[in-house]
């Protein structure tokens, strides 16, 4: 058991008694701020197949992406049970009736024991929130919402499409219904200071949320982020910069929070900057020796009541 942070690992082993993974899937969606719903060209820093490798090459069926992601598992980590990812772009996003197909399939498999939907704020209706309850009551769900940031200001920079109002909106829909809600953040976004990031992670304690990740922002190949980033507009953070944001943020995140993932894409041919020349492995051993020097942990300042306030954070500048 990590004893500085609440691991998703951790989580899993709490709920089932098997070793379960997650299948990632590209399961054909698009988003609103793609197809001019709420924009055109998607978030600055979008680019699927840097980050989703089921969106690289000819997309394969859901059933086929489940298949192979089972025997990969099982081959090289012995896994027993899996959830299903709805990863790539917004998995929300389609009438009712396809949303329904395309779950039923990833749970037609006997050893898929749970799915995990990836989405944005601004598409989760009511009726698609209903939808989702009906499988949290028969699997294990979660609901990944991509947020990023609290201030709007950041969200309009990064062509998200959507405000923080939506989003706390969202969430207090999908808490009312006891849905299981898992946050996406990403540290470094270009004009964020470190009080804006730790506003965000304020703003998230008190939403009463189950899962976080967190990614370091990093350029991707053919994005308009890399464009940017060519010109000098922007700058991404050295290792040791994201190794205080991160312990900054997890102190403020109650420790019943389970942190699903600490870190952006580390290498790989579309990645253009940060070059940390690190494993994963390293980044994590980095972290947990900053909380000992530190002597602090996930949900520290929660428990001192010096952060996480149950108030959300709002903004005079919105």
Known sequence: MNKYYFSYSEYLKNIFPFKVYKIALDAGFTCPNRDGSAGYGGC????NKSFSPNSKGERKSVHEQILKGMEFYRKNFNAERFIVY???????????????????????????????????????PDDVLDLLVDYSNKTHLSVEIGLQSMHNETLRLINRGHNYEQFSDAVMRAKQRGLKICVHVILGLPGETHEMMMQTADALAGSDIDGLKIHHLYVAEKTLLEKMYNAGEIKTLALDEYITLVCDFLERIPSGVAIQRLTGELK????????????KRVILSALEKEFARRSTHQGILCESKVSCHSELVSESKI
Do not use: H, M
């Not at 389609?94 to 395309?102: D, F, Q």
């Not at 790989?268 to 494993?279: C, K």
């Open 268 to 279: 790989g041919e579309f990645l253009i900057a940060p070059e940390w020349d690190v494993s």
């Open 86 to 124: 709805f990863q790539a772009y917004t998995n929300t996003y389609g009438p009712a009736g396809l949303l329904k197909e395309l779950y039923d399939e990833a749970l037609s498999f006997p050893d898929v024991v749970g799915l995990s939907i990836g989405t944005r704020p601004d598409c989760l």
């Open 44 to 47: 600055i820093y979008c680019d």
